[in-house]
């Protein structure tokens, strides 16, 4: 059982390079979430997905695109990339998606854009 | 975020003494306030949390109370070791209109424990 799991661990881009940020839960979770890191800020909620098949803004969604692949797997994608954007990312799962169900934590990926 | 303010943003303490971390929500209607732990390098964990229907939960070294008139909830962690350095974030739900609400994050404290 690895819980969540992130790729990859780290990234550099360039400005205007683009890629994706891939999650993968095996707790058979139904909401899946991505955050942002910043230091002095906190975790940021990005996007997050209530339930297979539907996805929805959180506080710092511009840039940012994300896709629920299936029920196991969430993925956040950067069309082009910024450095506003370097960041930690952490994807995250909990059994429902209401706010007082814990969320359990991936790894997290570490991401420079120059 | 906005809606929940943390404090301290860093704390040290020599072992064995106790930490305070003290957080401020803004929507009445949080019910749910849990606590996470991020050792350097590593993902943020849940250690406590403790819903609106209790004033006070301990877990060992660590309790968590709740004051839902003045809307503050707070951390405490007695007799600190070495392991606890780490950062702290509170969270509170926010509803906004929404039944289902989302969690928020406080800034984060940096605790600091000196042997």
């Known amino acids: 059982n690895a819980g969540v799991t992130q790729t990859p661990k780290f990234q550099v881009l360039k400005t205007g390079q683009s890629m994706t940020l891939q999650c993968a839960q095996d707790?058979?979770?139904?909401?899946m979430y991505w955050y942002r890191q910043d230091p002095g800020m906190g975790l940021r909620l990005i996007y997050y997905?209530?339930?297979?098949?539907?996805?929805d803004k959180g506080e710092v969604p511009n840039g940012y695109n994300v896709s629920r692949l299936n029920k196991r797997e969430f993925s956040l994608r950067l069309e082009s990339a910024a450095p506003s954007q370097t960041s930690v990312y952490f994807c995250?799962?909990?059994?429902?998606?209401?706010?007082?169900?814990?969320?359990?934590f991936g790894p997290g990926t570490r991401l420079t854009v120059l | 975020g906005e809606n929940v303010e943390q404090h301290p943003s860093t704390l040290s303490v020599q072992e064995g003494d106790s930490a305070v971390i003290k957080c401020t929500y803004s929507?009445?209607?949080?019910?749910?306030f849990p606590w996470y732990k991020q050792e350097l390098g590593k993902r943020p964990q849940l250690i406590i949390d403790?819903?609106?229907?209790?004033g006070e939960k301990k877990d060992q070294r660590i309790a968590v109370t709740l004051n839902k008139t003045a809307k503050h909830f707070s951390l405490h962690i007695t007799e600190t070791q070495p392991e606890d350095s780490a950062v702290y974030f509170c969270?509170?739900?926010?509803?906004?209109?929404?039944?289902?609400?989302?969690?928020?994050f406080g800034r984060g404290t940096q605790l600091t424990v000196w042997p």
């Open positions: 707790m058979n979770h139904n909401s």
């Open positions: 403790i819903r609106s229907n209790v």
């Open positions: 969270a509170a739900p926010f509803h906004r209109g929404s039944t289902l609400g989302r969690l928020y």
């Open positions: 997905s209530a339930s297979e098949g539907t996805t």
């Open positions: 995250a799962s909990s059994q429902t998606p209401t706010a007082t169900d814990t969320q359990y």
């Open positions: 929507d009445s209607a949080s019910n749910y």
